[in-house]
């Protein structure tokens, strides 16, 4: 059976004494929930997200990482890093790592096997763009982005990956897929995957919707089938935000 998740994405947010206020008040806020809830501060501040919430159940997650072991790769964290200070998920392909740092999909395939060669979780994120949407082109370019980072994973391997469908017309904008398109991407996803793969592989991937999810429209864009969870930006910055779209799910 396939979790639930609220994932919040911190971007480059939070000083560390933001970060430990944050984590305090999260912990103590956190609701009773079946779903999985993880935070991702910025790398600086990782290593004493993971010690603040040692007795917590919320994990700390990486924004990114490099597909590299190790070496002369100046600016950069591998998977060693992050296992090495207990953190084992990792997003990536985020389309703000697409659109400023050039991540291709080849690239962003890199990385998935390299996080999975080394038994992370990775937190895949993909979606299209506007012009996509206007011209029609959403589910092609969502399908190609699925086929070129993951289809050649063996189907064992899905059970590392969690999916993240972020249309990027709506990050950071306050416009909101609707329930309904949400859904609509959710199920072609899943049958995307089904073709690929097979029914218990698409059965069982975790597909977090996120574009400005709020307290106010997280409970509708939860009540979806298809859709598991949500990968929270802005709103994850706010404690009681965050807890309220936790609450929802
Ligand atoms: P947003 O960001 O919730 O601020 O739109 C979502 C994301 O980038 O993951």
Same mark, same amino acid.
């Given at each position: 059976?396939?979790?639930?998740?609220?994932?919040?994405?911190?971007?480059?947010?939070?000083?560390?004494?933001?970060?430990?206020?944050?984590?305090?008040?999260?912990?103590?806020?956190?609701?009773? /929930?079946?779903?999985?809830?993880?935070?991702?501060? /910025?790398?600086?501040?990782?290593?004493?997200?993971?010690?603040?919430?040692?007795?917590?159940?919320?994990?700390?997650?990486?924004?990114?990482?490099?597909?590299?072991?190790?070496?002369?790769?100046?600016?950069? $964290?591998?998977?060693?890093?992050?296992?090495? $200070?207990?953190?084992? /998920?990792?997003?990536?392909?985020?389309?703000?790592?697409?659109?400023?740092?050039?991540?291709?999909?080849?690239?962003?395939?890199?990385?998935?096997?390299?996080?999975?060669?080394?038994?992370?979780?990775?937190?895949?994120?993909?979606?299209?763009?506007?012009?996509?949407?206007?011209?029609?082109?959403?589910?092609?370019?969502?399908?190609?982005?699925?086929?070129?980072?993951?289809?050649?994973?063996?189907?064992?391997?899905?059970?590392?990956?969690?999916? =993240?469908?972020?249309?990027?017309? =709506?990050?950071?904008?306050?416009?909101?897929?609707?329930?309904?398109?949400?859904?609509?991407?959710?199920?072609? $996803?899943?049958?995307?995957?089904?073709?690929?793969?097979? /029914?218990?592989?698409?059965?069982?991937?975790?597909?977090?919707?996120?574009?400005?999810?709020?307290?106010?429209?997280?409970?509708? $864009?939860?009540?979806?089938?298809?859709?598991?969870?949500?990968?929270?930006?802005?709103?994850?910055?706010?404690?009681?935000?965050?807890?309220?779209?936790?609450?929802?799910?």
């Amino acid at each position: 059976m396939r979790s639930k998740i609220v994932a919040g994405n911190w971007k480059m947010n939070k000083n560390l004494e933001e970060t430990e206020a944050l984590l305090a008040e999260l912990s103590a806020k956190l609701p009773d /929930t079946n779903a999985e809830v993880m935070v991702a501060p /910025t790398y600086v501040n990782l290593n004493n997200a993971v010690r603040h919430l040692e007795s917590s159940k919320i994990e700390v997650i990486a924004q990114n990482m490099h597909f590299a072991e190790s070496g002369a790769y100046t600016g950069e $964290i591998s998977a060693d890093m992050l296992l090495n $200070i207990g953190i084992d /998920t990792v997003i990536i392909g985020h389309s703000e790592r697409r659109a400023y740092f050039g991540e291709t999909d080849e690239i962003l395939a890199k990385k998935v096997s390299a996080a999975l060669k080394k038994g992370m979780r990775v937190m895949f994120c993909f979606g299209e763009e506007l012009e996509d949407r206007k011209s029609g082109n959403h589910f092609k370019v969502v399908e190609s982005q699925l086929k070129n980072a993951l289809f050649s994973l063996e189907a064992s391997e899905w059970s590392k990956i969690i999916l =993240a469908y972020e249309p990027v017309w =709506a990050i950071g904008t306050g416009e909101t897929a609707s329930p309904e398109q949400a859904q609509e991407m959710h199920a072609f $996803i899943r049958k995307t995957i089904m073709e690929a793969y097979d /029914t218990s592989v698409a059965t069982n991937i975790s597909i977090l919707y996120g574009g400005s999810v709020k307290p106010g429209n997280a409970e509708e $864009i939860f009540s979806k089938p298809d859709v598991d969870g949500g990968l929270i930006g802005g709103a994850s910055l706010i404690a009681d935000d965050f807890i309220a779209i936790i609450k929802a799910i």
